[in-house]
């Protein structure tokens, strides 16, 4: 079936955790998802062919590095990121509002004009206002794009909070005027607050009056102690709308992702998997193994005997060892498209205990396993 509309469909819930769909033209995403980031128009170190084989049905880039490299102009040219990284599935970008945290001395906010950066590569001065951030999103012909917010520091300021509040709602309603009525894509609005129940309320309620088609909740995992993650996501994510998807920016490690689902949490992206393999550190079935550790010298099993991507199953723990040992990039190579693969077996593990009622003990499980 030919599918032309972006539309969410939720399934099941097993209690809070939730089992859906994400419909759109270039493919169906089953949530809960977790999307590989590609920031730049490449996941680091790993073929696009390799990331499909992992059963990964969506990947993130970032609006900003693209704005910068390799550019509008280019993007336009190959109508987009799909083509231009070899990539025919849905892809989502970040607005670029996370750059303006985490590049904080390269900028400064103007809530008329935007975000002000001094580019990290030339110096040169670039302005991301929220009609910019959804103009560069366009080019790269995201199938989901977000708004530009302000996301904070962590902080216990409420009024730094309720600030960043204020500057996001405003910024979320000029990016839906320049978003348009396109059907075919979603555009999401992303809550702040910090870790204060009152504010996150605030923020989730304006958005809700403007209408997106998923929402975010942005300023979390940027320091606060897990615990404080899932309490303020407890507190708040009912009052999320029930029929659009709900996602986490910028989570995270598995114990992260199951403690967010087991709150009613639908999508995840992050670093982790790819960062984590160039150093030398691979998420499994038994846990995470530093293969750094010399206790994998001489171990000749797999990380996965059943992972037959790129013959993966063929390579022992002594053989990455002593890759990572001799700085050859194999090793990062071998090790990120493990944990690609594992993070997509372990959201469909998730996916098959929602469906058969038996998330909870699932939960129970790995909610620790991983630390």
Same mark, same amino acid.
């Given at each position: 079936?030919?599918?032309?509309?972006f539309?969410?469909?939720?399934?099941?819930?097993?209690?809070?955790?939730?089992?859906?769909?994400?419909?759109?033209?270039?493919?169906?995403?089953?949530?809960?998802?977790?999307?590989?980031?590609?920031?730049?128009?490449?996941?680091?170190g790993?073929?696009t062919?390799?990331?499909?084989?992992?059963?990964?049905?969506?990947?993130?880039?970032?609006?900003?590095?693209?704005l910068?490299?390799?550019?509008?102009?280019?993007?336009?040219?190959?109508?987009?990121?799909?083509?231009f990284?070899?990539?025919?599935?849905?892809?989502?970008?970040?607005?670029?509002?996370?750059?303006?945290? &985490?590049?904080?001395?390269? *900028? !400064?906010?103007?809530?008329?004009? +935007?975000?002000?950066?001094? %580019?990290? @590569?030339? =110096?040169?001065?670039?302005?991301?206002s929220?009609?910019?951030?959804?103009?560069?999103?366009?080019?790269?012909?995201?199938?989901?794009?977000?708004?530009?917010?302000?996301?904070?520091?962590?902080?216990?300021?409420?009024?730094?909070?309720s600030?960043?509040?204020?500057i996001?709602?405003?910024?979320?309603?000029?990016?839906?005027?320049?978003?348009?009525?396109?059907?075919?894509?979603?555009?999401?609005?992303?809550?702040?607050?910090?870790?204060?129940?009152?504010?996150?309320i605030?923020?989730?309620?304006?958005?809700?009056e403007?209408?997106?088609d998923?929402?975010?909740?942005?300023?979390?995992?940027?320091?606060?102690?897990?615990?404080?993650?899932?309490?303020?996501?407890?507190?708040?994510? &009912?009052?999320?709308?029930? *029929? !659009?998807?709900?996602?986490?920016? +910028?989570?995270?490690?598995? %114990?992260? @992702?199951? =403690?967010?689902?087991?709150?009613?949490?639908?999508?995840?992206?992050?670093?982790?998997?790819?960062?984590?393999?160039?150093?030398?550190?691979?998420?499994?079935?038994?846990?995470k193994?530093?293969?750094?550790?010399?206790?994998?010298?001489?171990?000749?099993?797999?990380?996965?005997?059943?992972?037959?991507?790129?013959?993966?199953n063929?390579?022992?723990?002594?053989?990455?060892?002593?890759?990572?040992?001799t700085n050859?990039?194999?090793?990062?190579?071998?090790?990120?498209?493990?944990?690609?693969?594992?993070?997509?077996?372990?959201?469909?593990?998730?996916?098959?205990?929602?469906?058969?009622?038996?998330?909870?003990?699932?939960?129970?499980?790995?909610?620790?396993?991983?630390?």
């Open positions: 079936m030919e599918i032309n509309d539309s969410f469909e939720l399934i099941t819930q097993n209690d809070k955790a939730r089992l859906g769909k994400i419909f759109t033209p270039r493919g169906t995403i089953d949530t809960p998802t977790f999307m590989t980031v590609g920031t730049k128009g490449t996941v680091k790993v073929f062919d390799d990331i499909l084989q992992t059963g990964a049905q969506i990947i993130l880039g970032n609006t900003y590095h693209l910068l490299r390799p550019g509008i102009k280019i993007l336009s040219e190959f109508k987009g990121l799909h083509n990284m070899n990539w025919n599935k849905p892809i989502l970008t970040d607005s670029g509002g996370y750059q303006i945290m &985490s590049l904080a001395k390269l *900028n !400064k906010i103007d809530e008329t004009t +935007g975000a002000i950066f001094q %580019s990290h @590569i030339d =110096g040169k001065k670039i302005i991301l929220p009609e910019k951030s959804i103009q560069v999103q366009k080019a790269i012909n995201s199938d989901i794009l977000m708004v530009l917010d302000e996301c904070p520091k962590l902080t216990n300021d409420k009024k730094i909070l600030s960043a509040i204020n996001s709602t405003k910024w979320a309603k000029r990016s839906k005027v320049e978003f348009g009525n396109d059907k075919s894509k979603g555009l999401f609005g992303i809550t702040q607050g910090g870790l204060y129940k009152d504010l996150r605030e923020s989730i309620k304006k958005l809700i403007i209408d997106f998923g929402y975010a909740m942005g300023g979390l995992a940027v320091g606060e102690p897990q615990e404080e993650m899932f309490r303020i996501l407890n507190e708040t994510t &009912s009052f999320l709308p029930k *029929n !659009k998807p709900r996602y986490l920016m +910028g989570v995270g490690t598995p %114990s992260d @992702i199951l =403690g967010a689902v087991n709150e009613g949490i639908d999508m995840f992206d992050c670093v982790m998997p790819t960062r984590s393999g160039r150093t030398g550190l691979a998420f499994s079935w038994e846990g193994l530093n293969l750094k550790n010399s206790k994998y010298q001489n171990d000749k099993s797999p990380i996965d005997e059943k992972c037959l991507i790129r013959n993966l063929q390579y022992s723990k002594s053989y990455l060892n002593h890759l990572i040992k050859e990039m194999l090793a990062s190579m071998l090790i990120s498209l493990h944990n690609i693969n594992f993070y997509q077996q372990f959201m469909q593990e998730i996916r098959n205990n929602i469906k058969n009622g038996t998330f909870s003990s699932f939960y129970k499980k790995y909610i620790n396993f991983f630390n």
